[in-house]
């Protein structure tokens, strides 16, 4: 058994859900919930949950193209 995993069951977390943010298709980050209630994160939970990590990593992308434009807009010699 994992050790985050014996770490949530001792503080009484009994589901959990790994939701990955993906920027120019490779995964760079990762939100992990947890909630103590059994079978917690249903249909509806994970849709909305899902469509919240898309906008995240639409914006995380969006961000990192803003900072690529900067950088290549900057005067060389920098």
Do not use: W, Y
Not at 26 to 55: R, S, W, Y
């Amino acid at each position: 058994m994992g050790v985050l995993r014996q770490e949530a069951l001792k503080k009484g977390c009994h589901s959990a859900v790994c939701l990955p943010l993906v920027v120019n298709d490779a995964v760079t980050g990762v939100i992990i919930l947890f909630a103590t209630g059994t079978n917690f994160f249903d249909k509806d939970k994970l849709a909305l949950l899902n469509e919240v990590v898309m906008n995240l990593s639409f914006a995380l992308q969006a961000g990192h193209a803003i900072r690529c434009a900067r950088l290549r807009n900057q005067p060389s010699g920098f």
